[in-house]
């Protein structure tokens, strides 16, 4: 212990570092080839739009946008943020419900921050998103890990933990979920919905990845089904850039005022100018063209994956069939572990997230995360064929090891 370690407080002996972001460092390399970060594909960023966007916000607004800023966020962008839900997901969503946030990570650090008391129970998925883990173990809650499926959200599992622990707070990912890639059935969607009817408990429905479907139907969002009970998370990051950090909170009044408070105690707002970047780029183009692009280019990406799986991987691995979002889940054959392909699969520059960081009790070594989003089906299939070599490396020497155990 040195003598810096005597003054940090208690609860930040329990918040995880990133693991994904730990390997991001490797993974610049630029011999790498990563399917490890969360990462939208830059290629698709409309660098010109907003570079455009910027100079038609200075030679307009430049002085006003340059001062501060309303903490609930700049009017116009939140009045675009409503429409497209009304327009879009026929939601109701009035404009003093939406609080820009730095990102949706803040917003779960505001809800923390105004929810949780230390070992406050906290439903969530298993696997879950470690950037949900991080913020609620900032403010030490007490995970109840519920596992999902291709399905959903097992309800079971859910009702028990419901009765036995009345949680404060359920998380929840619904569309494209991170890690898995799975979404919700509409069937387990009205489940979840009907069990938490008359509960004390708030769902947060986190949807940044709810724009990027590239086959099959839009689900019902939480807020639909269960109006009174869901907050809902949104984010600029995967359908436009994450450079910006624009997020936002949809909240019922009573708890907006709470966040709001929170909201001016951590950073008085969220940057202005940002918020206008995006608010005069959503005037001046049709952002719906630049998600169909984005759609298209996952989705093309994505059966590259599930193509160069099918080729180069062993049988006995598992995956998962998302129809959007940008993330595959894998499973290993049994006696495999995923911090073994890890290291011999980077011994070949191929990187990838272990399993283990998405779980908050016990963990599942044979496990692993596969991002699609930014490497080209070229790299795809290279780096695919790199990591198949090291899954069949790995079971030729534990079925070696398991010879050799029985002479």
Not at 348 to 376: E, I, M, Q
Request: contains cysteine.
């Amino acid at each position: 212990m040195t003598e810096l370690d005597r003054i940090f407080s208690d609860r930040i002996a329990d918040v995880p570092r990133s693991f994904i972001r730990e390997i991001l460092k490797v993974a610049m390399d630029p011999g790498v080839i990563s399917f490890a970060g969360g990462l939208p594909n830059r290629e698709l960023f409309p660098v010109a739009a907003l570079k455009d966007a910027t100079a038609r916000l200075f030679d307009d607004h430049g002085r006003d946008v340059l001062q501060y800023g309303s903490s609930e966020g700049h009017p116009g962008l939140r009045e675009q943020i409503s429409a497209r839900y009304r327009e879009k997901a026929n939601l109701d969503v009035p404009v003093e419900d939406i609080l820009i946030t730095s990102g949706s990570q803040q917003g779960l650090d505001l809800l923390g921050k105004v929810i949780l008391n230390d070992g406050d129970p906290v439903v969530i998925e298993e696997p879950g998103y470690l950037g949900a883990i991080q913020a609620f173990s900032m403010y030490r809650a007490r995970f109840l890990p519920v596992p999902v499926s291709e399905e959903g959200m097992d309800v079971d599992a859910l009702r028990a933990e419901l009765a036995e622990h009345r949680p404060k707070l359920m998380y929840t990912v619904p569309n494209f979920q991170n890690p898995s890639g799975i979404s919700y059935s509409e069937a387990n969607r009205s489940e979840l919905a009907q069990v938490l009817e008359g509960t004390q408990t708030l769902l947060i429905e986190d949807d940044p990845y709810g724009d990027l479907r590239f086959r099959g139907q839009p689900k019902s969002s939480f807020l639909k089904l269960l109006p009174e009970h869901t907050v809902l998370l949104g984010s600029f990051s995967k359908s436009l850039v994450p450079g910006l950090r624009l997020g936002w909170i949809v909240a019922p009044p009573p708890l907006m005022q709470k966040l709001l408070a929170a909201k001016q105690a951590t950073d008085l707002h969220t940057s202005h100018f940002t918020q206008g970047i995006v608010h005069q780029y959503l005037r001046d183009n049709d952002p719906e063209a630049h998600i169909a692009v984005i759609r298209e280019v996952y989705g093309r990406q994505c059966r590259a994956m599930q193509d160069a799986m099918r080729e180069y991987f062993p049988p006995e691995v598992q995956a998962t069939d998302p129809e959007g979002g940008m993330f595959l889940w894998a499973e290993l054959p049994a006696g495999l572990t995923a911090m073994d392909l890890f290291q011999r699969a980077f011994e070949d520059k191929v990187v990838f997230v272990p399993g283990d960081p998405f779980y908050v009790r016990g963990s599942r070594h044979s496990t692993l995360r596969l991002n699609f989003s930014c490497a080209d089906t070229e790299t795809i299939f290279v780096g695919m064929e790199r990591l198949g070599r090291a899954i069949h490396s790995l079971m030729d020497t534990a079925s070696q090891s398991i010879a050799a155990d029985g002479r």
